[in-house]
């Protein structure tokens, strides 16, 4: 079976951005996970897809160019909680 890893580094060539995301919606991946998919795929963009919130995003901003945010970060499906935007983009913001 292939490893995330082999996949990362195969994936480059082929796709404008490496996405990679946790166990589930909701889930973030590990740091060491994306620290090592970052070594392995060097300057192509990489972007994490689940888990990301306010509480959780820092370590992970010096690996990943990317992250795309819905659940942690909104009322419902359809409703974004504001307050929770703000505290996300101040982080990636501050970074």
Excluded at 44 to 50: G, Y
Excluded at 60 to 71: G, K, N, P, T
């Amino acid at each position: 079976p292939y490893t995330t890893l082999f996949r990362s580094r195969f994936a480059v060539p082929y796709m404008d951005v490496i996405t990679t995301s946790g166990s589930a919606t909701n889930q973030a991946p590990s740091v060491p996970k994306i620290a090592s998919m970052r070594a392995v795929i060097g300057t192509a963009p990489l972007a994490i897809a689940s888990g990301m919130a306010p509480e959780n995003v820092k370590p992970f901003l010096e690996y990943a160019d990317c992250v795309l945010v819905a659940s942690n970060i909104s009322f419902s499906y359809t409703e974004l909680d504001p307050k929770r935007v703000r505290a996300l983009s101040d982080i990636v913001r501050a970074y």
